[in-house]
Protein backbone atom coordinates (compact mmCIF):
# COMPACT_ATOMS: atom_id res chain seq x y z
CA UNK A 1 0.00 0.00 0.00
CA UNK A 2 2.73 2.31 0.68
CA UNK A 3 4.79 1.48 -2.38
CA UNK A 4 1.05 2.32 -4.55
CA UNK A 5 1.28 5.75 -2.78
CA UNK A 6 4.75 6.61 -3.61
CA UNK A 7 4.25 5.95 -7.37
CA UNK A 8 0.99 8.06 -7.00
CA UNK A 9 3.05 10.84 -5.34
CA UNK A 10 6.28 10.13 -8.43
CA UNK A 11 3.71 11.06 -11.28
CA UNK A 12 1.91 13.45 -9.75
CA UNK A 13 -1.93 13.00 -8.39
CA UNK A 14 -4.86 14.45 -10.03
CA UNK A 15 -6.62 14.28 -7.02
CA UNK A 16 -7.60 17.53 -5.27
CA UNK A 17 -6.93 18.24 -1.67
CA UNK A 18 -9.92 17.60 -0.20
CA UNK A 19 -10.18 14.04 -2.84
CA UNK A 20 -7.28 13.25 -0.92
CA UNK A 21 -8.67 14.02 2.42
CA UNK A 22 -11.85 11.99 1.36
CA UNK A 23 -9.88 9.08 0.22
CA UNK A 24 -7.63 8.99 3.45
CA UNK A 25 -10.26 8.84 5.98
CA UNK A 26 -11.94 6.35 3.93
CA UNK A 27 -9.42 4.35 3.78
CA UNK A 28 -8.89 4.33 8.00
CA UNK A 29 -12.78 3.68 8.07
CA UNK A 30 -12.41 0.45 6.18
CA UNK A 31 -9.24 -0.77 8.02
CA UNK A 32 -10.95 -0.49 10.71
CA UNK A 33 -14.18 -1.32 10.08
CA UNK A 34 -16.53 0.76 10.99
CA UNK A 35 -17.35 0.74 6.77
CA UNK A 36 -18.10 -1.79 4.58
CA UNK A 37 -16.38 -1.05 1.54
CA UNK A 38 -19.29 -3.11 -0.45
CA UNK A 39 -21.46 -0.93 1.14
CA UNK A 40 -19.93 2.33 0.72
CA UNK A 41 -19.34 1.59 -3.21
CA UNK A 42 -23.07 1.39 -3.57
CA UNK A 43 -24.11 4.27 -1.54
CA UNK A 44 -21.68 6.39 -4.02
CA UNK A 45 -23.03 4.18 -7.02
CA UNK A 46 -26.79 5.39 -5.41
CA UNK A 47 -25.71 9.40 -5.64
CA UNK A 48 -23.91 9.38 -8.82
CA UNK A 49 -26.12 7.25 -10.91
CA UNK A 50 -29.54 7.18 -9.53
CA UNK A 51 -29.59 10.08 -7.18
CA UNK A 52 -27.98 13.38 -9.60
CA UNK A 53 -28.38 16.56 -11.25
CA UNK A 54 -30.15 14.22 -13.69
CA UNK A 55 -33.21 14.08 -11.42
CA UNK A 56 -33.31 18.18 -11.47
CA UNK A 57 -32.70 17.86 -15.05
CA UNK A 58 -36.00 15.67 -16.28
CA UNK A 59 -37.92 18.35 -13.62
CA UNK A 60 -36.46 21.19 -15.65
CA UNK A 61 -37.27 19.24 -18.70
CA UNK A 62 -40.45 18.27 -18.37
CA UNK A 63 -40.98 22.50 -17.28
CA UNK A 64 -39.69 23.25 -20.30
CA UNK A 65 -42.25 21.24 -22.98
CA UNK A 66 -45.66 20.85 -20.11
CA UNK A 67 -46.82 24.54 -19.68
CA UNK A 68 -49.42 23.06 -17.12
CA UNK A 69 -46.56 21.08 -15.09
CA UNK A 70 -44.04 24.02 -14.95
CA UNK A 71 -47.63 26.19 -13.57
CA UNK A 72 -47.70 22.89 -10.46
CA UNK A 73 -43.98 22.84 -10.07
CA UNK A 74 -43.91 27.08 -9.58
CA UNK A 75 -47.40 26.80 -7.68
CA UNK A 76 -46.08 23.57 -5.58
CA UNK A 77 -43.05 22.04 -6.58
CA UNK A 78 -42.53 19.25 -3.94
CA UNK A 79 -45.81 16.88 -5.08
CA UNK A 80 -45.01 18.48 -9.13
CA UNK A 81 -41.84 16.66 -8.36
CA UNK A 82 -43.26 13.78 -7.02
CA UNK A 83 -45.55 13.53 -10.30
CA UNK A 84 -41.83 12.39 -12.12
CA UNK A 85 -40.77 10.14 -8.81
CA UNK A 86 -38.21 12.67 -7.71
CA UNK A 87 -37.41 13.75 -4.13
CA UNK A 88 -37.03 11.85 -0.97
CA UNK A 89 -34.84 12.27 2.44
CA UNK A 90 -33.22 15.85 1.98
CA UNK A 91 -35.34 17.10 -0.91
CA UNK A 92 -39.06 16.73 1.14
CA UNK A 93 -39.71 20.73 1.24
CA UNK A 94 -38.87 21.75 -2.32
CA UNK A 95 -39.37 25.41 -4.06
CA UNK A 96 -38.14 25.95 -7.55
CA UNK A 97 -37.77 29.44 -8.73
CA UNK A 98 -37.77 30.67 -12.51
CA UNK A 99 -35.50 32.54 -14.68
CA UNK A 100 -36.70 35.46 -16.51
CA UNK A 101 -35.29 37.57 -18.78
CA UNK A 102 -35.63 40.12 -16.23
CA UNK A 103 -34.57 38.50 -13.15
CA UNK A 104 -32.51 36.00 -12.57
CA UNK A 105 -31.85 33.42 -9.22
CA UNK A 106 -29.04 31.96 -7.22
CA UNK A 107 -29.17 29.75 -4.48
CA UNK A 108 -27.15 29.69 -1.53
CA UNK A 109 -27.22 28.25 1.87
CA UNK A 110 -25.71 31.28 4.58
CA UNK A 111 -25.50 28.88 7.65
CA UNK A 112 -24.19 25.30 6.61
CA UNK A 113 -24.37 23.56 3.14
CA UNK A 114 -28.27 22.48 2.96
CA UNK A 115 -29.10 20.92 -0.35
CA UNK A 116 -31.34 18.91 -2.46
CA UNK A 117 -29.13 15.85 -2.43
CA UNK A 118 -31.99 13.69 -3.93
CA UNK A 119 -33.00 16.11 -6.66
CA UNK A 120 -29.03 17.78 -7.77
CA UNK A 121 -26.85 14.82 -6.41
CA UNK A 122 -23.77 15.64 -4.77
CA UNK A 123 -23.32 19.23 -3.41
CA UNK A 124 -19.81 20.94 -5.33
CA UNK A 125 -17.29 21.61 -3.12
CA UNK A 126 -17.58 25.39 -3.68
CA UNK A 127 -21.53 25.21 -2.52
CA UNK A 128 -20.07 24.11 0.96
CA UNK A 129 -17.46 27.11 1.01
CA UNK A 130 -17.66 30.20 3.15
CA UNK A 131 -16.41 32.58 0.57
CA UNK A 132 -19.37 31.41 -1.50
CA UNK A 133 -21.78 31.01 1.38
CA UNK A 134 -21.31 34.51 2.47
CA UNK A 135 -20.33 36.40 -0.95
CA UNK A 136 -23.59 35.18 -2.73
CA UNK A 137 -25.52 37.48 -0.62
CA UNK A 138 -23.20 40.46 -0.65
CA UNK A 139 -22.30 40.72 -3.99
CA UNK A 140 -24.34 37.96 -6.58
CA UNK A 141 -23.28 39.20 -9.59
CA UNK A 142 -19.60 39.53 -9.03
CA UNK A 143 -19.95 35.66 -7.79
CA UNK A 144 -21.39 35.11 -11.32
CA UNK A 145 -18.99 36.63 -12.94
CA UNK A 146 -16.90 34.74 -11.71
CA UNK A 147 -18.46 31.60 -12.60
CA UNK A 148 -18.08 32.66 -16.00
CA UNK A 149 -21.91 33.73 -15.85
CA UNK A 150 -22.01 37.88 -16.56
CA UNK A 151 -25.68 39.13 -17.19
CA UNK A 152 -26.86 42.20 -18.37
CA UNK A 153 -26.64 45.35 -16.15
CA UNK A 154 -30.49 45.61 -16.10
CA UNK A 155 -30.97 41.78 -14.97
CA UNK A 156 -32.10 41.60 -11.12
CA UNK A 157 -30.63 39.33 -9.13
CA UNK A 158 -32.62 37.40 -6.26
CA UNK A 159 -30.62 35.44 -3.99
CA UNK A 160 -32.26 32.42 -2.53
CA UNK A 161 -31.57 31.04 1.04
CA UNK A 162 -31.65 27.20 1.30
CA UNK A 163 -32.57 25.79 5.50
CA UNK A 164 -32.68 22.33 6.34
CA UNK A 165 -36.65 22.82 6.19
CA UNK A 166 -36.97 24.53 2.90
CA UNK A 167 -34.76 23.91 -0.09
CA UNK A 168 -34.60 25.74 -3.69
CA UNK A 169 -33.58 24.89 -7.34
CA UNK A 170 -33.99 27.48 -10.02
CA UNK A 171 -35.92 26.53 -13.02
CA UNK A 172 -33.54 28.25 -15.96
CA UNK A 173 -34.81 29.58 -19.59
CA UNK A 174 -35.12 27.07 -21.82
CA UNK A 175 -32.09 27.58 -24.49
CA UNK A 176 -33.05 29.18 -27.91
CA UNK A 177 -32.73 26.78 -30.90
CA UNK A 178 -34.15 23.91 -29.05
CA UNK A 179 -37.22 23.64 -30.22
CA UNK A 180 -37.33 20.08 -31.98
CA UNK A 181 -35.81 18.21 -29.14
CA UNK A 182 -37.37 16.42 -27.31
CA UNK A 183 -37.20 15.82 -23.20
CA UNK A 184 -34.52 13.20 -22.68
CA UNK A 185 -32.46 15.81 -25.31
CA UNK A 186 -33.26 18.63 -23.38
CA UNK A 187 -32.59 17.16 -20.08
CA UNK A 188 -29.42 16.55 -21.45
CA UNK A 189 -28.81 20.36 -21.72
CA UNK A 190 -29.65 20.89 -18.06
CA UNK A 191 -25.73 21.49 -15.67
CA UNK A 192 -26.43 21.03 -12.13
CA UNK A 193 -25.15 24.75 -12.23
CA UNK A 194 -28.34 25.81 -14.19
CA UNK A 195 -30.29 24.23 -11.21
CA UNK A 196 -27.80 26.54 -8.63
CA UNK A 197 -28.15 29.57 -10.68
CA UNK A 198 -24.15 29.80 -10.86
CA UNK A 199 -24.70 28.87 -14.71
CA UNK A 200 -26.85 28.18 -17.81
CA UNK A 201 -28.06 25.10 -19.57
CA UNK A 202 -25.75 24.21 -22.55
CA UNK A 203 -26.93 25.18 -25.96
CA UNK A 204 -27.35 22.41 -28.20
CA UNK A 205 -24.55 23.01 -30.58
CA UNK A 206 -21.91 22.56 -27.62
CA UNK A 207 -24.08 19.56 -25.92
CA UNK A 208 -21.24 17.11 -24.26
Not at 76 to 105: F, I, K, S, Y
Not at 154 to 175: G, K, Q
Amino acid sequence: MAHHHEQDHEHGSTLSPMDLRVRALESILVEKGYVDPAALDALIETYETRVGPHNGARVVARAWVDPDFRERLLADATPAMRELDVGGRGGEHMVVVANTPEEHNLVVCTLCSCYPWPVLGLPPVWYKAPPYRSRAVIEPRAVLAEFGLSLPPETRIRVWDSTAELRYMVLPMRPPGTEGLDEAALAALVTRDAMIGTGLPRRPEIRA
